[in-house]
């Protein structure tokens, strides 16, 4: 991997992981076109910059990683129980699942479902607009709907928000829940990974890791905060619209 190929992939990664368009799908079509391929030198290198982008989550949300916050943080840890849970009693068949059918197809289903829940909302029906006001009931639904995110092309934020509309939350609040849960999710998987992959760390290009870090982190900083303000004005029917579009093109034949 070289430096624009570096550079390339963290810009993808910080664009899409808070994004509910699915950060993986996004990353795997890249990835081929800029001639990688998904081996594990290019896995531990995603593992740093998913990290990056955690990151980015914990300085724009700095205040809520705070003890003093320990009642918003039980929310998002019932919340993180389920996909921890599932994915790891089914993290072998979870692999068998991935085919970039399987991948066009979830987008397709997930843009489907944005603009149905569009159709529907009612800001009356959301009273929820502050993640502090979560209860534990709602936190538990959205992590149901998060399992969701195990099958791939389905969008771990995709699927977060969506629960979180459908429990209460209004788009911003669901959004924001979101980012906080993907701390203890992105956490794990990266942890996970890093373990399975250390070894190949020692034969990375430190410059590229470096260079790859501070795109993901900056990109990734830049998008969180446009895409609340975003929410603020519009809804989230472009998203559903993009990504049935792009699972379609994944399904054509130039793709």
Partial sequence: MDIFQSIILGIIE????????????????????IGL???????????????AAILAVVF???????????ELWKRVIIAYFPIAIVGFIFRHQIKELFSPQIVAT????GGVIFLIVEKFYKESDHRVKDVEQVTYKQALYIGFAQIFALIPGTSRAGSTIIGGILSGLDRKCSAEFSFLLAFPVMLTVSGYDFIKHYKEFSNQNLLVLAVGFIT????AYITIKLFISFLERFTFVSFGVYRILFGILLLSPFA
């Fill in 14 to 33: 910080g664009f899409t992981e808070f994004l509910p368009i699915s950060s993986t799908g996004h990353m795997i079509v890249v990835a081929k076109y």
């Fill in 37 to 51: 391929s998904q081996t594990t030198n290019t896995k531990a290198f995603e593992v740093i910059i998913q990290l």
């Fill in 60 to 70: 724009l949300y700095k205040d809520k990683f705070d003890l003093k916050k320990i």
């Fill in 106 to 109: 979830m987008f397709i289903v």
């Fill in 216 to 219: 993901s982190f900056i990109v």
